[in-house]
């Protein structure tokens, strides 16, 4: 069983003990449960359910193991001749999650997959 979920604006295709790397919302603590509504499809093998656009009723749990960062992306500018150079670095914020439960919900209505 897996469900393609919008997590923080993008998908993410996950399944029960699934462990991922979703972006950093600054709400969360260590050990916290997430719940996640906005599901797009739920798929449990041939049975497939495609939201329009959400799948009513279904849900997938996650807990929060860290925060961590994500490597470093350096950025260098240089203008030739004029002496002029910046180097700088970003570490973009993480937070690791594990899915705990995919479940259905009560939607019984078939979207025409």
Do not use: C, W
Not at 14 to 36: I, K, M, P
Request: glycine share 10%; hydrophobic share 35%; proline share 2%.
């Amino acid at each position: 069983m897996y469900a393609i979920v919008d997590i923080g604006g993008k998908q993410f295709r996950v399944a029960e003990q699934d462990t991922l790397f979703v972006a950093h919302d600054g709400q969360t603590n260590e050990g916290d449960t997430l719940v996640f509504p906005h599901v797009l499809l739920m798929a449990d093998g041939e049975d497939i359910k495609v939201g329009m656009p959400h799948v009513e009723g279904a849900r997938v749990t996650a807990s929060v193991l860290r925060h961590v960062k994500g490597d470093k992306v350096l950025v260098f500018k240089k203008k030739r001749r004029k002496r002029y150079k910046v180097k700088r670095g970003h570490r973009q914020l993480y937070t690791q999650i594990k899915i705990e439960s995919l479940s259905t919900g009560r939607d019984t209505e078939d979207h025409g997959t």
